[in-house]
Structures are given as structure tokens and as C-alpha cells.
């Protein structure tokens, strides 16, 4: 009695889900060796891709052949196409199941290997699976390339992005918080050239980013992020389309982000320690000779300690922390004047936030309602389902439809909150007398501390008591009064 094992393969989930390839591959197998009288020594089923033989179940099925190699054995398939779908790798299977004394054999299309014309129909069976290989990954990048062209963006969506499938049924990508707040800051970060892009990988990191450096250098040149899709084409060249999503910063900011990554850099400024903790450099006055201050830090016994210094004879020498400690404690004096929060009042009068809150508060309780109606319907397929009217597939086809647009509600009733949210606090200006509008000084990056410090800068300082008087530049003087 001959003997063969058996191998069937799909190639993807919903065939092994729906179960109609698999039990269908090996009832007709059996059947075969049924009626021409083959013992069958072992059955391998797997889903996996047959573009090459990196397969988990055929690696079994191997081992097992290999294993016995002075035995006459056989593989028995349904088609060729199940044994591969790339002729150079099927070719040198064969070779490999040779030296083993295996023959692999369709028995929907048998093959004689003893009659030399029979390799011209192996050919034949080999190549054609390849061919709609190939042209079912022509016509995959071709639809992507006119998706594309649509303006959509029909990959995984990059970070600080997510998928989404609007209630209408389109792909679309939305903004994702956090991480699309923190890649929005990195490109502002970049665009100051102020700190090395590695530094700026590591501060996103310690505000949560979380992406490999090489990932990180990828994120910054990504043209998804100010709301254009790059297109390649070999007749057209690379070309950009606007993009139907919502970009996360401007085209301007991109390409000045572009502009300097892609150059060589200078960072003038020598270590972060030294910018961030003497911003005052450069503004102080020498009160001996007159002359700019520097910044540096002197070696103790067990630490460092930050003094800012004149360069020249006179050896003044100030305790840098308890001057920036003035300094801030003096702006925290700072608020907006009463003409100003008038002005503020204004605005937002002329902005019309009851019209826009009632806006927004309607289109809320339509979100509120569609979703409410995809829990009715949820509900109502359930026990349509357990009354045994409604079909598993058919119910689960429901279920997905209302957790899909479930979700995409629940994102759009969340971003009509915040939008709410942050109405409610710009009204509340209406309620203050004064706003500390310099109480995050001492959060705010090393550049923006300086150049806070050129529009108020430090007078008349007592270098002993730390008392000082501080110059508004230009309007700034019509806005801001002490508290």
C-alpha cells in the first residue's frame, strides 16, 4: 500500500474563519486516498502565504520527510498552488524533496515526473499562481497610489495619529493625545535650532513619546504631519498631494524643520546646564565697570555653584540662583492691566461664544443621540440573536458596524467637549480683575526665557538684597501693570 501525507493551506484569516477551504482541501484528499488505496501518515494544515516556504506547518512536514530519508514518501495537495506560488522556491522544493526520495503531487493536476514533457505542464502550473501573485500586487499599489491621489492616507497611521472608519464608511486618520501634542511641540523645538535633534528625542521621551531613534528620525521628515501625501511614480517622479486629514502643524513649519535638519547645524550656545541656568547673561551690568556679565560655574568641595562674573579685573562675582530667583519672584508681580483685560472682554464678545457654545452644544446632543441609536441597535441585534432569528455571521457583521461607529462618535463627542471646555475657560476672563499671565516663567524653555528677558529686562539691581526694577519694551507697557 502506498503511503502520503497531506498538505492544506490557506492563505488567509477569513478563509480559516469561514471554514469552507480547509475541511473542503482535506475531505477531498481523503476521498483520493480513499479510492486509489493511500495510507495517509499525517495531515498539515495551516493559513499562511505561499510566496515562499517559511511556513510553520510546512517546516514540520519537512523535518518529517527529512527524518526518513532511505523511504519512498509522498505529498499530496490539492493544487499547486497550495505547494507554492513562486517557481524559483517551488523548483528548488522539489529539488531538496528529491534527495529525500519525496514526491510532491496535485491531484488536481497530476504531474508524471518519468516523462521529461511533463516539466512543460509543471511550469504552466507553477507560473500562473506567480502571475496572479503579481497582478494582485499591481492592483494593490495601484489602488493605494489613487487613494493617495484622493488624498487619503491608507497605511497604518503614523504616531500621533490613529485609524478610523467613519459612520459612512471611509478611512480616514484623526490626531491622537497625547503623542500627537508632544510631535506638534518636538517640530516647534526643532524649527528654534537651539537644541541637537538626539536632545530634542529625549525630552519628547521624558514628556511621553514613546518611539525608537531611528522611528524618531523617520517622524520628523514625515510629510503626514503638516497634511501632505508624498506619491512616487515612475513617470511622474515623486510628487505631494494635500491630504484630507487634519494636519498637526503648518506646511511652513514643516519645511523650516526640513531646511534645518538637513543642513549642518551650528549650536552656538556650549552646554544645556550653562543656557539653562544663566539666561540673564548678556543683560547684566558689571556694577564696577559697567561691562556684560558672564556665566560660570565654580567647583566646590562637593558640588558646582553658578555665579554670574565680570570677565575683567574687578572680580564681581553674584550668586546666579538668587538673582534668577528675584528676577522671576519680580515678574510674578506682572498682570494684565485693566485696559487690556477690557480689550480681552471685547474680543470675546466680538467672537460671539454664546453663538459658537450653542453651535457646538447642538451638534453634541447629535452625537449623544446617534450614539444612544447604535446601542438600541446593538441591543436589538442581540436579542434577535438569542431568539435564534438572526445568524452568527450576520450578527457579528452588526456587532462590528456598531463598535466601529461607536467609536468614531465617542472621538467626535470628545472633541466637541474639549472645544466646550476650553469656551468655558476663555469666558471666565470675564470673571478676573487681573490674569498672571508670567506665573509658567519658570517652565518655559531656555530660549523663550531669553527672549522673555530682552522685552522685560532687569534695572537698577541691588546685587546685594536682590531688589530690582524691570523695563517693559515697547507695548508692552500698555498691557501689563503690577498686581
Keep these: 500500500m502506498k503511503t502520503a501525507y497531506l498538505y492544506i493551506r490557506v492563505s488567509t484569516d477569513e478563509q480559516k474563519r469561514k471554514g469552507y477551504s480547509l475541511p473542503e482541501q482535506e475531505d477531498r484528499l481523503l476521498k483520493y486516498c480513499r479510492y486509489n488505496n493511500i495510507e495517509v501518515k499525517g495531515v498539515y494544515r495551516e493559513d499562511f502565504s505561499a510566496k515562499n516556504f517559511n511556513r510553520p506547518e510546512w517546516k514540520k512536514l519537512f523535518l518529517t520527510v527529512k527524518s526518513k530519508p532511505k523511504e519512498d514518501q509522498n505529498i499530496l495537495f490539492i493544487k499547486w498552488d497550495r505547494f507554492s506560488r513562486n517557481v524559483e522556491y517551488a523548483y528548488e522544493m522539489i529539488g531538496m524533496l528529491r534527495k529525500y526520495r519525496t514526491t510532491a503531487m496535485a491531484i488536481d493536476q497530476p504531474i508524471d515526473f518519468s516523462v521529461p514533457e511533463s516539466t512543460v505542464m509543471l511550469a504552466v502550473y507553477l507560473s500562473v499562481p506567480e502571475a496572479e501573485n503579481s497582478r494582485r500586487a499591481m492592483n494593490t499599489a495601484n489602488g493605494i497610489r489613487r487613494a493617495k491621489q484622493m488624498g487619503r492616507y491608507p497605511s497604518k497611521a503614523p504616531l500621533g ?71 512616487k511614480s515612475e513617470s511622474e ?12 502643524i503648518s506646511e511652513a513649519l514643516f519645511y523650516e524643520v ?52 565680570c570677565q575683567k579685573r574687578c572680580k564681581t562675582r553674584i550668586n546666579a540662583l538668587f538673582l534668577n530667583e528675584c528676577y522671576e519672584r519680580k515678574l510674578g508681580q506682572l498682570a494684565l492691566s485693566p485696559g487690556a483685560m477690557d480689550l480681552f472682554k471685547s474680543i470675546l464678545e466680538d467672537w460671539n461664544t454664546g453663538t459658537i457654545k450653542a453651535m457646538y452644544s447642538q451638534h453634541r446632543n447629535i452625537v449623544v443621540r446617534k450614539l444612544i441609536e447604535q446601542e438600541s441597535t446593538l441591543s436589538q441585534a442581540r436579542k434577535l440573536f438569542v431568539a435564534d432569528v438572526l445568524k452568527s455571521d450576520d450578527y457579528n457583521a452588526v456587532k462590528r458596524e456598531c463598535h466601529v461607529n461607536s467609536k468614531c462618535l465617542k472621538r467626535e463627542l ?24 508670567l506665573k509658567r516663567f519658570p517652565s518655559l524653555d531656555t530660549a523663550d526665557k531669553k527672549h522673555l528677558v530682552s522685552l522685560i529686562a532687569p534695572l537698577h539691581i541691588n546685587f546685594q538684597t536682590g531688589d530690582m526694577s524691570l523695563e517693559l519694551h515697547g507695548g508692552l507697557s500698555k498691557i501689563l501693570s503690577k498686581k
Excluded at 269 to 295: N, V
Design 414 to 437: 470628545n472633541d466637541i467637549n474639549i472645544k466646550l471646555e476650553g469656551i468655558g475657560k476663555q469666558s471666565l476672563l470675564d470673571n478676573r480683575s487681573f490674569v498672571r499671565i
Design 258 to 309: 526640513q531646511k534645518i535638519i538637513n543642513t549642518k547645524r551650528r549650536i552656538t550656545s556650549q552646554k544645556d546646564d550653562l543656557k539653562a541656568t544663566f539666561y540673564l547673561r548678556g543683560i547684566l551690568e558689571c556694577p564696577i565697570c559697567h561691562k556684560k556679565l558672564s556665566g560660570s560655574f565654580s567647583r566646590g568641595s562637593t558640588k558646582r555653584y553658578p555665579y554670574y562674573h
Design 237 to 248: 517622479g515623486g510628487y505631494m498631494v494635500k491630504g484630507i486629514h487634519e494636519p498637526l
Design 161 to 231: 495619529f490613529i485609524n478610523l472608519t467613519t459612520v459612512d464608511g471611509k478611512k480616514i486618520i484623526t490626531p491622537n493625545q497625547p503623542e500627537a501634542g508632544i510631535i506638534r511641540w518636538v517640530f516647534l523645538q526643532l524649527a528654534k535650532n537651539i537644541h541637537r535633534i538626539e536632545e530634542v528625542r529625549k525630552m519628547a521621551a521624558g514628556r511621553g513619546l514613546k518611539c525608537s531613534r531611528s522611528y524618531f528620525f523617520r517622524l520628523i521628515r514625515n510629510p503626514a504631519y503638516c497634511g501632505l501625501i508624498p506619491i
